[in-house]
């Protein structure tokens, strides 16, 4: 049976009176060979434990439950719970949860689910909630890779080099967290609805150990997020009007010199260990001070 094609989509939406719901993200892959891409980056066996996020109608959790050992499906959208649950009927290893994936215990949810065993998180993700969701599965220590449709423009920042144009916050954020990688870009003829915007695959792979050694976490994401609060400044300006940093512009200049660094410099110039060194200084400067 037709289950990915664009006239499958309209067909069983219809079938239940619905309408896809912009306001959720509802974009349903309608190209099998994007599909395939996706399945064959999680590099899915029969132990996997996958968690997917919105779920749809299933099409991509058709492939992953033919794949992996056992797949929890969160979707938010309760209208399209009958045809999600019909096309999913024919497996026994998918568990659907009807909630927001935001609000979800994924601690609990895991133990519920996969016992103590590591999770791979695979989505077609709704793209009004990408970065938070990111951010969630990135906290988590059990979840080893993450495989996501997201909006093209997101996944350059993700895996972007210091120095370049993309670059930022975020891409620190990941990098601390996680080796990104980028699968493939999917265009917008690709979905139905078509999005405004091409898409991409990345793959995430969770690190054991960040890439760096800092002396206090929260100092150093507040140090990455002061750093591009003010794209258009220096560092020394963004950082030493930093709020949450409690610092000044004489007092970063002077760390910035001590590490050889130049006082002119922007953030997206500088790299995770420079970001790395530079919060260590800090943080040592304000222990001796304070
Ligand atoms: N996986 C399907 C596919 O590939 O065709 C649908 C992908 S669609 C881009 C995003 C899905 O996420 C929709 O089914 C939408 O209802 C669901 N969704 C939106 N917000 C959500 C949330 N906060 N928690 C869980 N699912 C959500």
């Given at each position: 049976?037709?289950?990915?094609?664009?006239?499958?989509?309209?067909?069983?939406?219809?079938?239940?009176?619905?309408r896809?719901?912009?306001?959720?993200?509802?974009?349903?892959?309608?190209?099998?060979?994007v599909?395939?891409?996706?399945?064959?980056?999680?590099?899915?066996?029969?132990?996997?434990?996958?968690?997917?996020?919105?779920?749809?109608?299933?099409?991509?959790?058709?492939?992953?439950?033919?794949?992996?050992?056992?797949?929890?499906?969160?979707?938010?959208?309760?209208?399209?719970?009958?045809?999600?649950?019909?096309?999913?009927?024919?497996?026994?290893?998918?568990?659907?949860?009807?909630?927001?994936?935001?609000?979800?215990?994924?601690?609990?949810?895991?133990?519920?689910?996969?016992?103590?065993?590591?999770?791979?998180?695979?989505?077609?993700?709704?793209?009004?909630?990408?970065?938070?969701?990111?951010?969630?599965?990135?906290?988590?220590?059990?979840?080893?890779?993450?495989?996501?449709?997201?909006q093209?423009?997101?996944?350059?920042?993700?895996?972007?080099?210091?120095?370049?144009?993309d670059?930022?916050?975020?891409?620190?954020?990941?990098?601390?967290?996680?080796?990104?990688?980028?699968?493939?870009?999917?265009p917008?003829?690709?979905?139905?609805?078509?999005p405004?915007?091409?898409?991409?695959?990345?793959?995430?792979?969770?690190?054991?150990?960040?890439?760096?050694?800092?002396?206090?976490?929260?100092?150093?994401?507040?140090?990455?997020?002061?750093?591009?609060?003010?794209?258009?400044?220096?560092?020394?300006?963004?950082?030493?009007?930093?709020?949450?940093?409690?610092?000044?512009?004489?007092?970063?200049?002077?760390?910035?010199?001590?590490?050889?660094?130049?006082?002119?410099?922007?953030?997206?110039?500088?790299?995770?260990?420079?970001?790395?060194?530079?919060?260590?200084?800090?943080?040592?400067?304000?222990?001796?001070?304070?």
């Amino acid at each position: 049976m037709d289950f990915s094609s664009k006239k499958a989509v309209q067909r069983q939406l219809a079938g239940e009176g619905l309408r896809p719901k912009k306001g959720l993200g509802q974009n349903f892959l309608t190209d099998e060979s994007v599909l395939f891409d996706i399945v064959s980056a999680a590099e899915l066996t029969k132990d996997s434990c996958v968690l997917e996020i919105g779920p749809g109608m299933g099409v991509l959790t058709r492939e992953l439950a033919k794949k992996a050992g056992s797949v929890v499906a969160v979707e938010l959208d309760t209208t399209i719970l009958p045809v999600l649950e019909k096309n999913l009927s024919e497996f026994n290893n998918v568990t659907i949860i009807n909630q927001d994936i935001l609000k979800v215990d994924l601690d609990k949810l895991f133990d519920d689910h996969f016992g103590d065993r590591s999770v791979k998180v695979i989505a077609n993700l709704p793209y009004y909630i990408t970065t938070p969701i990111i951010m969630k599965l990135l906290e988590h220590h059990r979840i080893t890779s993450i495989v996501v449709m997201i909006q093209r423009e997101v996944a350059r920042r993700l895996s972007a080099k210091a120095g370049s144009k993309d670059f930022g916050a975020i891409t620190l954020a990941v990098d601390y967290r996680a080796v990104a990688e980028p699968v493939r870009d999917v265009p917008p003829e690709a979905f139905m609805p078509a999005p405004k915007v091409w898409s991409s695959v990345i793959r995430l792979s969770l690190r054991e150990e960040p890439p760096v050694t800092v002396l206090n976490e929260k100092h150093f994401f507040d140090l990455v997020k002061g750093a591009f609060s003010q794209r258009r400044k220096t560092f020394v300006n963004s950082v030493g009007s930093y709020g949450a940093l409690e610092t000044n512009k004489e007092a970063v200049k002077a760390i910035l010199e001590k590490l050889n660094i130049p006082e002119t410099i922007r953030g997206e110039a500088l790299d995770i260990e420079a970001y790395a060194k530079i919060s260590n200084e800090m943080v040592k400067m304000q222990k001796q001070s304070g």
